[in-house]
């Protein structure tokens, strides 16, 4: 008999068969512990890690701290162009439409003060002839080179079923600061 044998009775013999299995039992959590969680712990300090340089960056010293609702409003209300760029913007409008060979000589402004936002509103409603492509495409323009102008309305009629051109009816809203 191997002195390895004698020494594994020797065990049974002294804690008995549920002993043994308790050390089976005692060794396999032990591997599951060094094979499964211990990874998993590992990850787990690795992502908290990268989530706080996340907010690290996101409070970064360029960054202001929070702010309360009125300074937002006004930030908000800071962000739109004052009152006296209205022509450049009406200019940006103009080129747009001489860059797709639309005649936007004729056109009724309108200007109205909504006292709830602070915002004025200039309402421009632009009479065009052109083909549909060339009328879209100048909107598209318009709308991307001017931020603070909304599309409002947008009325279509074409003549005859075979005319390449069409008559159409923009009403643009160019939001400004009062001051």
């Given amino acids: 008999?191997?002195?390895?044998?004698?020494?594994?009775?020797?065990?049974?013999?002294?804690?008995?068969?549920?002993?043994?299995?308790?050390i089976g039992l005692l060794f396999l959590g032990v591997v599951f512990w060094a094979g499964v969680?211990?990874?998993e712990r590992l990850q787990v300090g690795g992502l908290e890690r990268q989530v706080a340089a996340a907010k690290a960056?996101?409070?970064?010293?360029?960054?202001?701290?929070?702010?309360?609702?009125?300074t937002q409003l006004a930030a908000f209300y800071n962000g739109f162009p004052s009152r006296?760029?209205?022509?450049?913007?009406?200019?940006?409008?103009?080129?747009?439409?001489?860059?797709?060979?639309?005649?936007?000589?004729?056109?009724?402004?309108?200007?109205?003060?909504?006292?709830?936002?602070?915002l004025l509103a200039y309402q421009i409603d632009l009479p065009v002839r052109g083909?549909?492509?060339?009328?879209?495409e100048f909107i598209r323009v318009a709308l991307?080179?001017?931020?603070?102008?909304?599309?409002?309305?947008?009325?279509?009629?074409?003549?005859?079923?075979?005319?390449?051109?069409v008559d159409a009816q923009i009403r643009f809203i160019l939001y400004l600061r009062e001051a």
């Fill in 1 to 22: 008999m191997t002195p390895r044998a004698w020494l594994l009775r020797r065990w049974r013999r002294i804690l008995g068969t549920p002993g043994l299995a308790g």
């Fill in 37 to 39: 969680s211990l990874p």
């Fill in 57 to 70: 960056r996101a409070a970064g010293p360029g960054r202001p701290g929070p702010q309360g609702a009125e």
């Fill in 84 to 118: 006296g760029t209205a022509p450049a913007w009406l200019q940006k409008i103009y080129a747009a439409g001489e860059q797709f060979s639309l005649n936007l000589e004729k056109a009724e402004y309108r200007q109205t003060l909504d006292r709830n936002s602070r």
């Fill in 131 to 136: 083909s549909y492509v060339q009328i879209r």
């Fill in 144 to 165: 991307a080179e001017v931020p603070t102008l909304a599309l409002r309305d947008l009325q279509i009629r074409r003549a005859a079923i075979g005319e390449s051109l």
